[in-house]
């Protein structure tokens, strides 16, 4: 299996229904590629885009924001939405508050939320936080090394491994995602399109109660829940995956 951390379209001539697919924080478009070949089997137009700061290789990830990111998340939905009369987004990790932040300011179809970022589980979380960037050893740091991506699939760690752009987070990347979290938060309860969210118990990257959280608070009357029980992280890849692009095609057809 080889991936690819290259941007992709793939078009349907008999489907008026396409999906935005959005990455995470320090990953790329890699993460989604294997769930929008599935989606386009199914009918679907998809677009896998990189954000700015995500879109070269280097020896470190450059710094970039999450306004910079939505800018560029705006402009291909805008593209869509001019030739679809429906678009869906289907976020993963950071990806997932930037698609909430999209359905807050413009027409949805559907929302798909894979492993959202509301909270941190890494230790190098307080490093981000800014009190310890102010006042200690995080405001000497741009960036932290990269551990091992969180794919139990051995098969697809290694094919992840050697897409990827970047062995390094920018921390200042990481605190911008925190600020869009920060700013998400509050506009739940005025978000009402119909929302999946599929969320791992063994999730070594996030909390997994800020799948619950996001369940709890966002006003969609049409949101389910999905608990993977076998997947770490980047569940679109990991050995769950199968269930979690069903589950995805199911709710896609069906609101």
Same mark, same amino acid.
């Given at each position: 299996?080889?991936?690819?951390?290259?941007?992709?379209?793939?078009?349907?001539? @008999?489907?008026?229904?396409?999906?935005?697919?959005?990455?995470?924080?320090?990953?790329?478009? %890699?993460?989604?590629?294997?769930?929008?070949?599935?989606?386009? *089997?199914?009918?679907?137009?998809?677009?896998?885009?990189?954000? &700015?700061?995500?879109?070269?290789?280097?020896?470190?990830? &450059?710094?970039?924001?999450?306004?910079?990111?939505?800018?560029?998340?705006?402009?291909?939905?805008?593209?869509?939405?001019?030739?679809?009369?429906?678009?869906?987004?289907?976020?993963?990790?950071?990806?997932?508050?930037?698609?909430? %932040?999209?359905?807050?300011?413009? &027409?949805?179809?559907?929302?798909?939320?894979?492993?959202?970022?509301?909270?941190?589980?890494?230790?190098?979380?307080?490093?981000?936080? &800014?009190?310890?960037?102010?006042?200690?050893?995080?405001?000497?740091?741009?960036?932290?090394?990269?551990? *091992?991506?969180?794919?139990?699939?051995?098969?697809?760690?290694?094919?992840?491994?050697?897409?990827?752009?970047?062995?390094?987070?920018?921390?200042?990347?990481?605190?911008?995602?925190?600020?869009?979290?920060?700013?998400?938060?509050?506009?739940?309860?005025?978000?009402?399109?119909? @929302?999946?969210?599929?969320?791992?118990?063994?999730?070594?990257?996030?909390?997994?109660?800020?799948?619950?959280?996001?369940?709890? *608070?966002?006003?969609?009357?049409?949101?389910?829940?999905?608990?993977?029980?076998?997947?770490?992280?980047?569940?679109?890849?990991?050995?769950?995956?199968?269930?979690?692009?069903? *589950?995805?095609?199911?709710?896609?057809?069906?609101?």
């Amino acid at each position: 299996m080889k991936l690819s951390n290259q941007p992709f379209l793939l078009e349907s001539a @008999t489907n008026d229904h396409a999906c935005l697919l959005l990455h995470g924080l320090g990953g790329g478009v %890699y993460e989604m590629q294997l769930l929008g070949e599935y989606l386009h *089997q199914q009918g679907f137009t998809v677009k896998g885009i990189n954000y &700015p700061g995500h879109d070269q290789p280097g020896m470190k990830m &450059p710094t970039s924001s999450w306004r910079q990111w939505y800018e560029h998340i705006l402009e291909n939905y805008q593209q869509l939405s001019r030739k679809y009369a429906n678009v869906s987004a289907v976020g993963f990790s950071t990806g997932c508050p930037l698609a909430l %932040y999209l359905a807050a300011k413009k &027409p949805i179809k559907n929302l798909v939320l894979l492993s959202p970022f509301v909270t941190l589980k890494h230790e190098w979380y307080y490093l981000v936080r &800014p009190e310890v960037y102010l006042f200690s050893i995080g405001y000497l740091l741009s960036d932290l090394p990269r551990l *091992q991506l969180p794919i139990l699939d051995k098969t697809m760690l290694k094919a992840a491994q050697e897409a990827l752009f970047f062995q390094t987070f920018n921390l200042a990347a990481v605190r911008s995602a925190l600020d869009l979290i920060d700013r998400v938060k509050p506009l739940l309860p005025q978000i009402d399109e119909p @929302t999946l969210i599929i969320q791992s118990l063994k999730d070594s990257v996030v909390d997994p109660e800020g799948a619950r959280v996001i369940y709890q *608070q966002i006003g969609s009357k049409h949101k389910k829940l999905y608990w993977l029980k076998k997947s770490d992280h980047i569940i679109s890849l990991d050995v769950e995956r199968e269930d979690v692009y069903v *589950q995805i095609k199911t709710f896609l057809h069906t609101n």
